[in-house]
């Protein structure tokens, strides 16, 4: 994947200067953060299937023991399969754990692969009709509460994500159907 430096460092800093992201307060709350999971269909092209039963253990575990949700990008697969596709897959086992934290402890940030989150309803949320929209970034405070630290997904500079992310979308939906054997 290609990047742009400048771009990068253009992207980055426009994110931080911007008073209108959230900022997290970190005193006494624990984080537990969650980034290219990629979830798919359930299908042969689903690269997310087999760590399922992986991902829910931990969930339950950081759920149990306190911790909030920040899913930081690149959650679901949305360059190759459908939002439907994915949430009939995972509403009742993925999605359902996440919900179990409650919407005030689940933080989204869209990445490149799911940057469909700047919009639609969220099914990680208990009320996603509520939850319209993930932004591009969260900041955190550092241990002497100053705000110091930016979460980003990653892709702010990447040629093919920032630029030309219909493109890139297009060509591996393109190959996944050229390459998926027929339905029968």
């Excluded at 969650?34 to 092209?45: N, T, Y």
């Excluded at 969930?59 to 949700?69: D, E, F």
């Excluded at 979460?151 to 297009?170: A, C, M, P, T, Y």
């Amino acid at each position: 994947m290609a990047q742009d430096r400048k771009l990068t460092n253009e992207r980055l800093s426009q994110l931080w200067q911007r008073n209108d992201i959230e900022i997290l307060e970190t005193k006494g709350i624990k984080y537990a953060i969650f980034s290219d999971l990629h979830l798919g269909d359930g299908g042969s092209a689903d690269d997310f299937i087999h760590n399922k039963e992986t991902l829910e253990t931990a969930l339950t575990y950081y759920n149990r023991n306190g911790y909030n949700l920040i899913l930081l990008g690149d959650i679901e697969e949305l360059w190759q399969f459908d939002l439907e596709q994915v949430i009939n897959k995972y509403n009742d086992s993925v999605y359902k754990k996440m919900r179990d934290f409650g919407n005030a402890r689940v933080y989204r940030v869209y990445g490149n692969h799911d940057y469909e989150w700047c919009s639609p309803d969220d099914p990680a949320m208990k009320n996603p009709e509520k939850h319209k929209g993930a932004p591009e970034a969260l900041k955190m405070k550092d241990s002497n509460s100053e705000t110091k630290i930016l979460l980003v997904h990653g892709h702010q500079g990447s040629i093919d994500s920032d630029k030309n992310s219909w493109i890139s979308r297009f060509l591996v939906r393109g190959c996944l159907l050229y390459t998926s054997p027929s339905p029968r």
